[in-house]
């Protein structure tokens, strides 16, 4: 069996923190349009993901992501370079 894809998984993980229906997240989503969002909640979210995913995100592309799919090459980026 494969290993979903970031991008199956992170709209529940997004929704999950944000109280969010994950039908309304995709990858174009931008998470700092969100009523709920501010730079306190950004943060609580990547500790949020790196828990989810098992990672540890770079804090440069990380803080910068704005975008669902910009969070998912974070992501992505730290399982290639095997942080966890």
């Given at each position: 069996m494969?290993?979903?894809?970031i991008m199956?998984l992170?709209?529940q993980a997004i ?7 994950p039908?309304?997240i995709t ?8 009523d ?11 500790v949020h993901?790196?828990?989810a995913?098992?990672?540890?995100l ?6 910068r992501?704005s975008t669902?799919?910009?969070l998912?090459?974070?992501?992505e ?8």
């Open positions: 494969t290993e979903p894809s199956a992170l709209p929704a999950d923190h944000f109280a969010l229906d039908g309304e990858a174009d989503t931008a998470i700092t349009e969100r709920s969002w501010n730079p306190i909640t950004h943060l609580g979210l990547l993901l790196e828990q995913f098992g990672v540890q770079e804090e440069e592309p990380a803080i992501a669902v799919r910009e998912s090459a974070a992501i980026q730290a399982r290639s370079r095997g942080t966890s």
